[in-house]
């Protein structure tokens, strides 16, 4: 059976995460190489990326840089330019949580949650795009999140930043499309990770009970669709919030 991401190469941020996790081990089996992209480093991550290495045939190499100090990002795109493996694939998934209601919202607490899960998406983007436009081909992928499509309760800072994702997903498939390069966005609802551990249990039950499937979302679950939208098999989407909600329909 052919693989999808036969002799592709994928750069996934926030690869120690449960989603990033599965993102790296999904892409792998799947025949990509892999940049598994990721703020600190442990044995027990190294171990990981060494035996899903090794069980796949695949080279999946761990980069560690802070996504908010853009003179890293840059030191880190230099290390991967070095080995002369031209990013085929993009996969922004690293971000951080943050619930709070309005008036117990700081800008602080604001800014920080932007400058993760926006403005260092963006200047990722930006890097890796330059080299995607060289040679006429590419896929971006965000990962987004219901917050950003929904207006719940306490989800100002989080939501607002994957609300900003999600527009700037759509204006840089359109500047984008002209040099082969797709850019989509995948919106998760509620996922088994340990980000749930920052959300009132409340409110996650509440978030289930609108599913028409009752559960939260697995985490293979979303680098599955990940995996489409990086393959050729949707070589006709861009542009387009994927919501991989389990059917909530209000």
């Not at 908010?68 to 330019?81: F, V």
């Not at 990013?87 to 949580?97: F, G």
């Not at 009752?214 to 990086?230: D, G, M, Y």
Request: aromatic share 6%; with cysteine; glycine share 6%.
């Amino acid at each position: 059976m052919q693989l999808m991401l036969n002799r592709k190469v994928a750069m996934i941020t926030g690869s120690h995460g449960g989603i990033g996790r599965s993102l790296v081990q999904v892409f792998a089996e799947q025949g990509a190489d892999i940049y598994a992209c990721v703020r600190q480093t442990d044995e027990a991550f190294e171990q990981w990326i060494r035996e899903l290495s090794d069980r796949t045939g695949r080279s999946i190499r761990s980069v560690c840089f802070d996504l908010t100090d853009s003179e890293a990002c840059k030191l880190a795109l230099q290390e991967i330019n070095v080995r002369q493996t031209p990013i085929d694939i993009l996969v922004n998934n690293a971000a951080v949580a943050q619930g709070s209601l309005l008036h117990m919202t700081s800008l602080k607490e604001l800014r920080m949650v932007f400058d993760v899960n926006f403005f260092a998406q963006i200047a990722l983007i930006q890097n890796v795009s330059r080299q995607m436009a060289r040679r006429r081909s590419g896929s971006i992928i965000n990962i987004s999140s219901m917050a950003g499509l929904c207006a719940d309760p306490g989800s100002l800072a989080y939501g607002a930043s994957k609300a900003a994702l999600n527009h700037a997903t759509r204006v840089i498939a359109a500047e984008l499309a002209s040099f082969n390069i797709r850019v989509n966005a995948i919106a998760p609802n509620v996922t088994d990770t340990k980000m749930l551990d920052h959300m009132d249990p409340t409110v996650i039950e509440k978030i289930v009970a609108r599913t028409s499937v009752h559960r939260c979302a697995q985490p293979e679950e979303i680098a599955k669709v990940a995996l489409f939208l990086a393959s050729d098999l949707s070589s006709y989407i861009n542009g387009q919030i994927i919501r991989v909600d389990g059917g909530q329909f209000f």
